[in-house]
């Protein structure tokens, strides 16, 4: 079992749809968590932190729940320009922050 | 100015060949990585050097060697390259060992014939 696992998708919704990502973690050590975001044949890019309170910036809010070990990334009114593949990533810190990623959720926005 | 760069952008080569990928970064951080998404688009961490020393070194075959001559550069060099060595190999690197955020470079493609 993967430390972090995301479905891969690919999500195809149209422009202006809400689509919501999920995302597991096995490690109830880890300590923060981030999304990143992949455009094809890129480099990832940092999105946004996690928290357990509650994460909004812009159209893109994310939630953490630590009990369930469960994280989401919501993108409201989504634009051409959100097609991407976004990476769920959990961080176990000590010794050096060793990010683990998620295999990533491919979206695809329509017009 | 590219914050992190890497060098080749595409390697083709050999089965058995030795390959070294080089890489930089400009921002002043002190600590680099090496990470590697596969085909199945999955990215792990391979090595991360905190000013010049190895803080985490994964299960990576002793085929693969990090060198950081010094806080600016780390290069990966591969020995007796595989067929499954083919990747993206993608350097990173970040503030301090402690800072979650973490600048990727554009990545190597490196395909193994």
């Known amino acids: 079992r993967k430390e972090v696992e995301q479905d891969p998708g690919p999500f195809n919704v149209p422009e202006g749809a809400t689509v919501a990502f999920n995302c597991t973690y096995s490690n109830s050590a880890s300590q923060s968590f981030f999304w990143y975001r992949q455009d094809c044949r890129k480099e990832p890019k940092l999105l946004m932190s996690v928290y357990s309170s509650g994460n909004e910036d812009g159209r893109f809010t994310a939630q953490l729940n630590r009990a369930s070990q469960y994280i989401s990334l919501l993108i409201r009114d989504s634009k051409l320009s959100d097609s991407a593949t976004y990476l769920c990533?959990?961080?176990?810190?000590?010794?050096?922050?060793?990010?683990?990623f998620g295999t990533g959720t491919q979206l695809k926005v329509e017009l | 100015d590219t914050a992190v760069s890497q060098t080749p952008k595409y390697l083709v080569t050999q089965m058995g060949n030795d390959k070294s990928i080089k890489c930089e970064q400009n921002l002043g951080h002190d600590t680099m990585y090496w990470y590697k998404q596969d085909s199945k688009k999955f990215l792990k961490i391979m090595f991360s050097?905190?000013?010049?020393?190895?803080?985490i070194n994964e299960t990576v075959p002793n085929r693969f060697s990090p060198k950081s001559p010094d806080k600016a550069h780390l290069n990966l060099h591969i020995n007796s390259l595989e067929l499954g060595d083919s990747a993206v190999y993608f350097c990173?690197?970040?503030?301090?060992?402690?800072?979650?955020?973490?600048?990727f470079g554009p990545g190597t493609r490196l395909t193994v014939t």
């Open positions: 990533v959990a961080i176990l810190t000590g010794g050096g922050n060793k990010l683990t």
């Open positions: 990173a690197s970040s503030q301090d060992p402690a800072w979650y955020e973490q600048y």
């Open positions: 050097y905190n000013n010049k020393e190895l803080i």
